[in-house]
């Protein structure tokens, strides 16, 4: 499984990576890999405000439809507009091409685990 040093994870397997006061948010690998065939995927507005912990968003695979929760609090500045039409790309780059939103985060990043801490989790 690939979990990425330089990324901050959640208990329900968001990554983030923070450059400066931006977070861009994906899924990670072992989210992906459990979901399946990634076919749709319901992302903000942006400029929507979101609070750490609650909803943005949903992933719909083969299997089932899962939501994404904000691992941050803050506004929607961007969202992966190439996700409309190749949903996929979660699948195959989820820490690349495939991340879902940026949110320019206001306040701390509370409560993130470090890849080893999601590691353990996942075991």
Request: glycine share 10%.
């Amino acid at each position: 499984m690939n979990v990425p040093a330089d990324l901050k994870y959640t208990s329900s397997h968001e990554w983030v990576k923070m450059e400066g006061d931006i977070a861009t948010i994906g899924i990670t690998d072992h989210a992906q890999s459990e979901l399946g065939d990634i076919v749709y995927v319901d992302l903000p507005e942006v400029g929507r405000a979101v609070k750490a912990g609650d909803t943005f968003g949903s992933i719909e695979s083969v299997k089932t439809v899962s939501d994404v929760y904000a691992p941050v609090s803050g506004e929607v500045v961007e969202v992966n507009g190439m996700l409309g039409a190749q949903s996929e790309v979660v699948n195959t780059d989820p820490y690349g091409k495939g991340y879902l939103v940026k949110i320019k985060v206001n306040g701390a990043a509370d409560g993130l685990l470090d890849a080893a801490a999601y590691t353990a989790s996942i075991s």
